[in-house]
């Protein structure tokens, strides 16, 4: 499908008020009083991700300095750790989205009345290629939700615009927001080789945001990564207060690949041309962003979100997989409970099943919304603030 027809398509097929898309299992939860959002969870299985990112995953906490293989073998000893990598393994050996969240409900999850953001994340243009297609991830995720309160997230790569049939960029957002089910809003991981501003994402941004769907990216870690040199990117830039476009090369090592690409500046030639556009920029920048901070330099990711939130009135973030790190939970509290934009727009969200390789994620939980409490904090972010980002009609 190309951009006009795409453009006109949406434009007259998806309905501009998020309450249409809201499936019944999450309707029967908000009649009721004490539910909670979690706004950015995960639940794909071994077929969304090859087991390679599993291991990723339960790799990231190595210390680089010392031997790995000791590491490997302390932290496998380490007790805190020890049921939650056990889970890790129990959920790799899933091959349906209903066991992992069934899993989550059973073992994680703070409460029973819940309501739950499942991120898809595209990774077809990684090393590892997941075995369902992406069309085939939306018709199980829209199954899930005739029977669990969630509000799936399809997940969006501009390498998808050169894919014919089902898995076409745009035949698959028209797929994912028509029909009896329709998923809730849109995922980006820019870490895999785009810039959010990538020309062939635009027209989705601008349906986006004239039918009130939440945008929610990759702003935190930097261990899923594109594995490919010298991408050529291409996008928009602000020159002299004008969006004009941009071509450069990513010729970046390593992590700094995906430090280029997860950086919040880049959203503001998006956020430019879609000033009402509801961007949830997901971990807040990532864990070492809240170690350093408050130091500020121009490459710092916080200060930057907070820029956004003040020129753009739908930019929102969430402290999902932070809060497994507890030596920023003090720091992260006291700071947005002394500023009124970042207690406005911030959420609650888990990052399950990321999440679990990083130490004790359901202590660190109870801990967090303990904390939340002791600020008189937990309405806003688990509840008052994810209503606003998922339901609010800007235009
Ligand atoms: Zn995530």
């Known amino acids: 499908m190309k951009e006009k027809e795409f453009l006109k398509r949406a434009m007259d097929e998806i309905d501009d008020n998020p309450s249409s898309r809201i499936p019944q299992t999450v309707k029967n939860i908000k009649d009721n009083n004490d539910y909670m959002y979690d706004a950015h969870m995960h639940v794909f299985d071994k077929k969304c991700a090859a087991k390679n990112y599993f291991l990723l995953r339960l790799i990231e906490k190595l210390d680089e300095k010392k031997g790995v293989t000791d590491d490997i073998v302390e932290f496998i000893y380490e007790k805190e750790y020890d049921n939650e990598i056990d889970d890790l393994f129990r959920i790799m050996d899933f091959n349906s989205m209903d066991k992992v969240l069934d899993y989550y409900i059973e073992n994680f999850a703070y409460q ?12 077809n243009s990684w090393i590892f290629k997941p075995k369902k297609s992406i069309h085939r991830q939306i018709n199980e995720l829209k199954r899930l ?10 997940s969006i790569d501009p390498v998808q615009s050169e894919t014919k049939g089902l898995n076409n960029l745009y035949n698959l957002f028209i797929h994912a927001f028509t029909g009896h089910n329709k ?3 849109v995922k980006l991981y820019p870490a895999l080789g785009f810039l959010p501003s990538h020309p062939q994402l635009m027209p989705i941004y601008e349906v986006c945001q004239a039918k009130n769907i939440p945008v929610t990216t990759h702003c935190g870690g930097t261990i899923i990564r594109t594995n490919k040199k010298n991408i050529v990117l291409e996008g928009f830039q602000i020159i002299n207060n004008e969006v004009v476009s941009y071509t450069d090369k990513l010729t970046e090592k390593g992590k700094e690949r995906a430090q280029r690409l997860n950086n919040p500046a880049l959203w503001e030639p998006v956020l430019k041309t879609f000033p009402k556009l509801k961007l949830n920029l997901g971990h807040f920048g990532g864990i070492d962003e809240w170690k350093k901070y408050p130091a500020q330099t121009n490459q710092d990711r916080i200060p930057k979100i907070q820029q956004l939130m003040n020129e753009y009135p739908n930019v929102y973030t969430d402290f999902s997989y932070n809060l497994s790190e507890q030596k920023i939970i003090k720091k992260f509290f006291d700071t947005i409970s002394n500023n009124t934009l970042f207690e406005e727009r911030t959420m609650f969200g888990t990052d399950y099943w990321m999440v679990l390789a990083a130490r004790d994620y359901y202590k660190n939980q109870v801990n967090f919304i303990d904390q939340a409490a002791n600020y008189n904090l937990k309405d806003t972010l688990l509840l008052n603030n994810p209503r606003k980002f998922l339901f609010n009609k800007v235009v």
Do not use: S
């Not at 939700?145 to 399809?154: D, E, I, K, Q, W």
């Open 183 to 185: 998923l809730f809003g």
């Open 145 to 154: 939700m005739n029977n669990y309160a969630v509000l799936p997230f399809h």
């Open 112 to 123: 029973k009345k819940m309501i739950f953001v499942p991120l898809m994340v595209d990774l």
